[in-house]
């Protein structure tokens, strides 16, 4: 259907090659160079973790003080698609201490864009939750010949230090900007100035980026970035880490036709290969030494095709890669000889598919979105030993599976003056992660439950729906503006994934509870609401105030009634900014209501509330054809001891924290 609509009305071309087919529900910016609807006060040396908390379908599930991995509509990783720059990156961790975002640096990205729910980019799979891509920092070409970049920082809970430069070349064929970034942190100290120990960490990410045009319409770009951090503290875990480093690297051709059907072409290869070592020989009265390494590389190309014209803007990408993840762990009993165990049994994973979008304009103020992507998919499990230990508890289990999977969603959105309305749906299938289909023995630190995968479980989907109102005023000069909005969207799933008991099983970890089996249970359901205002003064004497509210609720449901883990209770955010030619500031309260309804069952206790508050201010200073930001501000002024739904085992945040920054533009 949307390839027949493409092809039958292609009347006139478009240059601008902007994946503009599918719906993005939010960007946060990272690089001050563009723009975008939302942005940290920090600047660039905030952390990709602080960028990403500006997003309000986003919150992150905290270990220590670095690496928190990313929920979107209260859904974690197993349901959430992360790409950097379209390129697929799986983590080697068997316990998330590395989710892909911890591979980027605020000096190399662009942007973050998410896209809610099933109407995910080309090369996401499996996101009934959602999918998140981390754009890089590209010059290109036609920029200013040469622009240098420093810019340095300084927070006092924790004694962080934050340091970074790039630098970048452009011209009319030949482009490169290139840097690097280190930022260090000693233990953190929670509200009433306790010390949380294991908290610290060091890391430093260098990158280059480069660009040719061959021709006036054909260009190759090309992307290495090395990333590693050290000496990482997990205080919510039993275990730290030695080092977790990454490469990652692709090569991208593109071609922009002169054409009245095909706008441009764009063919990307990559590679990345990722290193973690878990460490626990810092940590006192360690009953048993473990050594556990974990290793995933991930080789892949797209290749995308768009259409465009003035009735549809569509794409059309084809995907393949191929991942190899292998973990293991050696436990050292005191004077008894060291036990060995696979936990992730070499998998190897390969998946391709391709992926239809198009944004149609039926009428002036009416569009219709169409989303679809299917993928097959095969694993094989390459370890014998890890797979004869499995087939001890699934004797019926193969070495390997093939899967087919799948989303296609629909969002009809009416635009009359002032207002937006979108109304969608659509329906989603994911196939089992490799924890949860083949994990062997993981210990969850959480529920303390030893977990073990299962190779039988079928793939699990979802229907989604969604609605969206907002109103948005006139943007008349001298006028108050008002946005308010609200919106809503439901999962319904079927044979949902999650761990369940299994009495008949001895746990191995010393202090376990028991052990859970993943299996599926018939259904669940996870409910997101969310209102949003926002209201904009007319400037006074160059100065304008932007107040900001929002306030959601999210509810989630197991088969039984009984509540899932990780859904947010009550969240609220207020903030007023003041703007004015060169400075800002801005205040800012935020919290979560008391979780009273928490998932029991699966290891959750009740949370309570907390409101903090935040100050912050920057100055640009212009010094010849010089550009100096300057950045100050307090977090948690009143330095409130609180811990959030999703901080790990009750992990306390940050108390009173100061924070400085410079960055210097040449």
């Known amino acids: 259907m949307i390839i027949s609509l493409v092809l039958s009305s292609f009347l006139t071309f478009n240059n601008d090659t902007t994946d503009t087919s599918r719906q993005i529900d939010e ?20 952390s990709i973790d602080e960028h990403l908390s500006e997003l309000s379908h986003v919150t992150l599930v905290r270990r220590g003080s670095y690496a928190s991995e990313p929920i979107v509509n209260n859904m974690a990783s197993e349901r959430v698609s992360v790409t950097i720059d379209g390129m697929k990156i799986f983590y080697a961790c068997t316990d998330k201490m590395d989710p892909v975002t911890s ?3 605020s000096s190399n990205l662009q942007s973050i864009s998410l896209n809610s729910g099933l109407n995910g980019n ?6 009934i939750g959602g999918s998140l891509d981390l754009k890089l920092h590209k010059t290109g070409f036609n920029k200013a010949p040469f622009l240098l970049n420093a810019s340095a920082g300084y927070e006092s809970n924790g004694n962080i230090q934050i340091y970074g430069a790039d630098a970048a070349f452009s011209s009319s064929r030949f482009y490169t900007n290139f840097g690097g970034f280190f930022r260090k942190a000693n233990n953190y100290k929670a509200g009433g100035n306790k010390e949380i120990p294991f908290s610290q960490f060091q890391k430093y990410n260098i990158f280059i980026n480069a660009g040719y045009k061959t021709t006036q319409n054909d260009k190759i770009e090309g992307t290495i970035i090395f990333d590693k951090a050290t000496n990482v503290g997990y205080p919510a875990l039993a275990m730290d880490v030695a080092k977790a480093e990454a490469v990652i690297t692709s090569l991208a051709y593109q071609h922009i036709f002169n054409h009245p059907l095909i706008a441009s072409w764009e063919t990307k290869a990559y590679y990345n290969h990722i290193t973690h070592i878990m460490d626990d020989t810092k940590r006192p009265d360690v ?18 095709l768009y259409l465009r014209n003035n009735t549809h803007d569509a794409s059309i990408n084809y995907d393949l890669y191929y991942n190899r993840r292998f973990a293991d762990m050696t436990m050292y009993p005191g004077e008894a000889s060291p036990m060995y165990m696979v936990t992730w049994p070499d998998i190897g994973t390969f998946n391709t598919g391709i992926a239809l979008a198009d944004a149609i304009t039926l009428a002036t103020e009416h569009t219709l979105f169409l989303n679809t992507k299917w993928t097959i998919q095969s694993q094989h499990l390459h370890n014998e030993e890890g797979y004869k230990a499995l087939k001890v508890f699934f004797p019926q289990m193969k070495q390997q599976y093939q899967q087919v999977i799948g989303r296609i969603s629909a969002n009809y959105e009416w635009a009359p003056r002032n207002w937006k309305i979108s109304l969608g749906t659509g329906w989603g299938s994911r196939a089992a992660t490799i924890t949860e289909a083949y994990g062997y023995y993981l210990n969850n630190t959480y529920d303390r439950y030893d977990y073990i995968g299962n190779p039988h479980l079928k793939n699990e989907s979802a229907i989604e729906c969604n609605a969206t109102i907002r109103y948005i005023s006139a943007k008349k000069e001298h006028n108050w503006k008002y946005n308010i909005g609200i919106d809503a969207n439901t999962f319904f799933f079927s044979n949902y994934i999650i761990g369940q008991f299994e009495q008949r099983i001895s746990p191995m970890t010393v202090g376990a509870e028991g052990v859970k089996v993943y299996a599926n249970i018939p259904h669940a359901h996870i409910i997101n609401t969310q209102l949003s205002t926002q209201i904009e003064t007319p400037r006074i004497h160059q100065i304008l105030f932007r107040w900001t509210g929002n306030i959601s609720y999210s509810q989630g449901k197991d088969n039984q009634g009984d509540n899932l883990p990780f859904i947010a209770p009550w969240t609220f955010t207020t903030s007023l900014n003041i703007e004015a030619t060169k400075w800002s500031a801005q205040i800012l309260w935020k919290g979560n209501a008391t979780q009273n309804s928490y998932g029991w069952k699966y290891g959750e206790r009740i949370t309570a509330g907390y409101g903090i508050l935040n100050i912050s201010a920057q100055h640009l200073f212009n010094v010849s054809s010089h550009i100096i930001t300057l950045r100050a501000g307090a977090e948690n002024i009143l330095d409130h001891y609180y811990t959030t739904y999703s901080d790990w085992n009750k992990l306390p945040q940050k108390g009173r924290n100061f924070y400085i920054s410079f960055a210097l533009k040449i």
């Open 103 to 105: 591979y980027v640096e």
């Open 27 to 46: 960007v946060v910016v990272v690089s001050s160079k563009v723009g975008a609807n939302k942005h940290s006060v920090k600047g660039t040396i905030a």
């Open 122 to 127: 080309p090369q996401s799979t499996g996101n």
């Open 287 to 304: 009953q048993i030494h473990m050594d556990m390494p974990g290793k995933s590389y991930t080789t892949g190309i797209y290749s995308i």
